[in-house]
């Protein structure tokens, strides 16, 4: 078998193991026994990160070794008609140039062709290297847990290629850093209410996106396109016995969706002026998204929240702050600092919403997680803040970046980009954690992450590998 087919294998393989975020323990069992299998050392701890140490190749035994680093969560999410189990692992299917799932699920090449790409090494020494220090991490997808966890005292290389990019020809050397924050509203207990006919409002349809990649596409956030139009279309007569959208931080929110109680003789009204909103805000989008909508009766619904708590329900989504919040003065395009909310639920007599915050300036992270701090104390509601993650600075000196960049050139006759991106990689923990280390990150083209509609290019995976191959050997 030639490598390129089995790096593709490779990949089949470890999409069949299960490996949401917080659920990696199978994926790091796999790979620390494919890793002894073939006699190589091995350390696991007890998050299952993984460090695994390839003996160099080729002459080149005695070479200063190089770090290749990863992630082996992946972000899980199915499209609300998809019949997939998660527990089955994602089947990867081909589509001309293409990999994806066969069940409309994310299809985590975000970051398992990385570890496709790590496993086919371990599988041949005729490859030229250095001697290698892979580093398999979790939990990257929820706040770059593992890498803030990892014990790096262990590791020797100086410089480290990070293999969690998205687009061919393009180096990051620097990224955003990042906070999660949980808001709560009170909404006290729900009391059963006679004489209402019940009605499970949904949106859906849109198409969502990574919350750091595609936060300045335009695209709509389900949770504040349902909280907007909820808040047009209310009245007395409307009651609101649920709100929630099942969803992640790092991905824009495809679809939603809460049910109403409708006193009698308020239905007209109540689905006039929704639809009426709802045109607007599709107007709005016309150009970025493609909402859609419906109102469907339900058997029985008895218990409702108080007008009131309905009513700080609405004004809060129109106060949470979401999106792009500002743009970078130093790099055209680049979006500086954002907000993405990505989940709501219920929970005991509350509704909490979960969201990830992302700036490339630290000082400006915080002011965001101070709006929240600010809105939740003028509302009477809690705001809690976590998995706090550094930003990436720029290293102006960086031999292994324009080693990269032109083994880049030599391999496809192009000029590679140079730039920075918004969402987070775990580089900001390693050039903290590993004194004096040269970093970069590229990886191969993907599209649509974090969404059932994922994509890989096969003839990008196959680029990006030999460009590893090319820099391995300059090493």
């Not at 975020?21 to 494919?34: A, C, G, K, T, V």
């Not at 290389?157 to 808001?183: M, P, Q, T, V």
């Not at 099942?246 to 007209?268: F, H």
Request: glycine share 6%; aromatic share 10%; with cysteine.
């Amino acid at each position: 078998m030639d490598l390129h087919n089995r790096i593709l294998e490779n990949f089949k393989t470890i999409s069949l193991i299960p490996r949401s975020s917080q659920d990696e323990e199978r994926i790091s069992n796999f790979l620390l026994d494919y890793a002894r299998k073939r006699g190589f050392e091995a350390r696991q701890d007890d998050y299952y990160n993984l460090l695994v140490k390839v003996p160099g190749t080729c002459s080149k035994q005695n070479s200063p070794p190089c770090a290749l680093q990863c992630h082996m969560d992946m972000v899980y999410v199915k499209a609300p008609e998809s019949t997939h189990i998660y527990a089955d692992g994602i089947n990867v299917v081909f589509d001309k140039d293409f990999m994806k799932s066969d069940k409309n699920t994310s299809l985590g090449a975000d970051n398992g062709i990385a570890l496709a790409y790590c496993m086919t090494l371990m599988d041949d020494l005729t490859i030229p290297h250095p001697p290698l220090e892979i580093i398999f991490t979790v939990q990257e997808e929820v706040g770059l847990i593992g890498a803030s966890c990892l014990d790096c005292s262990f590791i020797k290389s100086k410089k480290l290629i990070n293999l969690d990019s998205e687009h061919e020809g393009e180096f990051f050397a620097s990224c955003a850093g990042g906070i999660r924050n949980y808001f709560t509203i009170p909404m006290g207990r729900k009391e059963k209410i006679s004489g209402l006919t019940a009605y499970r409002v949904r949106i859906f349809g849109l198409k969502g996106g990574h919350s750091g990649v595609d936060i300045d596409k335009g695209r709509a956030n389900s949770i504040k396109l349902l909280g907007r139009l909820l808040k047009y279309a209310d009245s007395p007569a409307v009651h609101l016995s649920s709100f929630c959208c099942e969803g992640k931080a790092n991905s824009i929110p495809m679809a939603a969706e809460a049910v109403v109680g409708l006193e009698e003789g308020g239905e007209k009204d109540f689905k006039e002026l929704f639809k009426k909103c709802f045109d607007e805000l599709k107007n709005e989008y016309s150009y970025t998204d493609t909402p859609n909508y419906a109102i469907k009766q339900e058997e029985s619904f008895a218990a409702y929240y108080a007008q009131k708590s309905k009513k700080l329900l609405y004004d809060v989504l129109t106060l949470l702050p979401n999106g792009v919040i500002s743009k970078s003065f130093v790099m055209d395009g680049l979006v500086e600092t954002s907000v993405n909310i990505g989940a709501a639920e219920e929970k005991a007599e509350a509704i909490g919403f979960l969201s990830s915050v992302r700036s490339s300036i630290a000082s400006k992270k915080y002011a965001v997680v101070e709006q929240f701090e600010a809105l939740a104390d003028l509302c009477g509601c809690e705001s809690e803040n976590f998995n706090d993650y550094p930003q990436w600075d720029y290293n102006p000196n960086s031999p292994l970046r324009e080693l990269a960049m032109d083994s880049y050139k030599k391999i496809s006759q192009k000029s590679a980009i140079c730039t920075s991106i918004h969402g987070g990689l775990e580089c900001g923990y390693f050039c903290q954690k590993i004194e004096g280390c040269d970093i970069i990150s590229m990886g191969c083209d993907l599209y649509d992450v974090h969404t059932p509609n994922e994509k890989a290019s096969i003839t990008s995976v196959f680029n990006v590998w030999e460009l590893l191959l090319e820099i391995l050997k300059r090493l």
